[in-house]
């Protein structure tokens, strides 16, 4: 039920701490079995993999705190330690490298084509190593760092190229350039490439999907969230600033068991697909609590839209918690807008539903981080557009 008006700031204070401790007693004891939006929506069955203590070093896990959203993927720590150990071996003088190339675009959209190119070097051998003066590094915080695994990340590679090898390396443009043993030792994925290999799995875990049940035309979307747990491990200085920046920026109360995740696509976004109201969004949550009644009315909203901030912030039926999207004196636009992206997607894996719109890349992003590191495979997510998870199209 949506929380009354209070007539007392005491009886409030009250009836939310109340309320919280309802939800962690009801999320251990929530069923989350089939039916609808219960199962992960990549594959036809509700198992999934315990979630390890440990998986690799740097890996961004903050496993769920209650019991009844827990799980990851299958196969997650099998598959982090192979592409640790392939992006790591012991020896890199005998190492072929295939380098990412990146075309300026949308933080989730880089890191899903990044997805790509490293399933493209697992199968053909190669070591998958960061372009130089990546457009996101060009800004004060990363201060010479001209990768994205020197500035934000942990290294994907132990084994590093030079700019100068980097530079003289040629574009492979063919899949038979590609996967020629004999071809050079350092070469370009070229970008038109992407598209053509976008469906690709590693092939040494083939049989094993198709054994744990996942469907041949979502295979390598579970790829990709295995992938992008694997890219986003931001280190140490990272870490430290997204902790600086939360207690800056974040509004709201603090988050807490049985939250909700809500990301709404910006009204700039409804020329490459379909954007919805704030009011749609808001039945979608309904729904969801429908679904699981353990989940509570608090929001964390990522969103570029300050019209659904105020929206949802000025509701007596949700406790709304958000970044403040304000730039920082004496940043720069790229390096604050970056941040603030790993920031809203660190908060909005802390919690313990999920409502977006899988036409949007970042959303997608949420959704594979939370089924894999965050250990959030079992939690309930419900699309903002596909009616039921066997409609969700993951063509791309």
């Given at each position: 039920?949506?929380?009354?008006?209070?007539?007392?700031?005491?009886?409030?204070?009250?009836?939310?701490?109340?309320?919280?401790?309802?939800?962690?007693?009801?999320?251990g004891?929530?069923?989350?079995?089939?039916?609808?939006?219960?199962?992960?929506?990549?594959?036809?069955?509700?198992?999934?993999?315990?979630?390890?203590?440990?998986?690799?070093?740097g890996?961004?896990?903050?496993?769920?705190?209650?019991?009844?959203?827990?799980?990851?993927?299958?196969?997650?720590?099998?598959?982090?330690?192979?592409?640790?150990?392939?992006?790591?071996?012991?020896?890199?003088?005998?190492?072929?490298?295939?380098?990412?190339?990146?075309?300026?675009?949308?933080?989730a959209?880089?890191?899903?084509?990044?997805?790509?190119?490293?399933?493209?070097?697992?199968?053909?051998g190669?070591?998958?190593?960061?372009?130089?003066?990546?457009?996101?590094?060009?800004?004060?915080?990363?201060?010479?760092?001209?990768?994205?695994?020197?500035?934000?990340?942990?290294?994907?590679?132990?084994?590093?190229?030079?700019?100068?090898?980097?530079?003289?390396?040629?574009?492979?443009?063919?899949?038979?350039?590609?996967?020629?043993?004999?071809?050079?030792?350092?070469?370009?994925?070229?970008?038109?490439?992407?598209?053509?290999?976008r469906?690709?799995?590693?092939?040494?875990?083939?049989?094993?999907?198709?054994?744990?049940g996942i469907?041949?035309?979502?295979?390598?979307?579970?790829?990709?969230?295995?992938?992008?747990?694997?890219?986003?491990?931001?280190?140490?200085?990272?870490?430290?600033?997204?902790?600086?920046?939360?207690?800056?920026?974040?509004?709201?109360?603090?988050?807490?068991?049985?939250?909700?995740?809500?990301?709404?696509?910006?009204?700039?976004?409804?020329?490459?697909?379909?954007?919805?109201?704030?009011?749609?969004?808001?039945?979608?949550?309904?729904?969801?609590?429908?679904?699981?009644?353990?989940?509570?009315?608090?929001?964390?909203?990522?969103?570029?839209?300050?019209?659904?901030?105020?929206?949802?912030?000025?509701?007596?039926?949700?406790?709304?918690?958000?970044?403040?999207?304000?730039?920082?004196?004496?940043?720069?636009?790229?390096?604050?807008?970056?941040?603030?992206?790993?920031?809203?997607?660190?908060?909005?894996?802390?919690?313990?539903?999920y409502?977006g719109?899988?036409?949007?890349?970042?959303?997608?992003?949420?959704?594979?981080?939370?089924?894999?590191?965050?250990?959030?495979?079992?939690?309930?997510?419900?699309?903002?557009?596909?009616?039921?998870?066997?409609?969700?199209?993951?063509?791309?």
């Amino acid at each position: 039920m949506h929380d009354q008006h209070l007539q007392a700031h005491s009886a409030g204070m009250l009836q939310q701490q109340q309320q919280q401790q309802g939800s962690v007693e009801a999320l251990g004891n929530a069923c989350r079995l089939p039916p609808l939006w219960r199962t992960n929506h990549i594959f036809a069955s509700s198992a999934t993999d315990e979630c390890p203590a440990e998986l690799i070093p740097g890996a961004w896990v903050h496993p769920g705190k209650v019991n009844g959203v827990g799980g990851m993927l299958p196969l997650t720590a099998e598959v982090q330690r192979a592409i640790y150990a392939h992006q790591n071996p012991a020896d890199c003088s005998k190492a072929r490298f295939l380098i990412h190339s990146t075309i300026p675009s949308g933080v989730a959209s880089i890191m899903n084509v990044e997805t790509v190119s490293l399933v493209a070097a697992l199968n053909s051998g190669r070591i998958m190593h960061e372009e130089y003066d990546h457009f996101l590094t060009q800004n004060g915080y990363c201060r010479g760092n001209a990768t994205l695994d020197s500035c934000y990340f942990e290294p994907l590679t132990r084994c590093r190229l030079t700019r100068e090898e980097a530079a003289a390396a040629p574009t492979l443009k063919t899949v038979e350039q590609l996967m020629d043993p004999a071809g050079p030792r350092v070469g370009i994925l070229d970008y038109n490439l992407v598209a053509e290999l976008r469906l690709s799995v590693p092939k040494q875990f083939e049989k094993q999907v198709e054994e744990r049940g996942i469907p041949s035309k979502r295979k390598h979307y579970w790829w990709r969230a295995q992938a992008i747990a694997y890219i986003i491990r931001p280190n140490a200085r990272t870490r430290a600033e997204l902790e600086k920046r939360k207690q800056e920026r974040f509004r709201g109360a603090p988050l807490a068991p049985g939250c909700i995740s809500l990301f709404v696509r910006g009204g700039d976004k409804a020329a490459e697909s379909a954007v919805f109201s704030s009011q749609h969004y808001e039945g979608i949550v309904q729904r969801l609590r429908q679904i699981d009644p353990a989940l509570t009315n608090q929001l964390f909203i990522t969103t570029e839209d300050p019209r659904t901030i105020d929206y949802f912030a000025n509701s007596s039926s949700w406790r709304t918690s958000y970044v403040h999207m304000k730039e920082e004196e004496g940043g720069t636009r790229d390096d604050a807008e970056y941040l603030r992206s790993l920031l809203n997607l660190d908060l909005a894996l802390q919690c313990d539903g999920y409502v977006g719109s899988f036409f949007s890349n970042w959303q997608r992003l949420i959704d594979e981080m939370r089924v894999t590191v965050r250990c959030k495979a079992n939690a309930v997510y419900v699309d903002a557009h596909y009616k039921t998870p066997a409609e969700m199209d993951f063509n791309w």
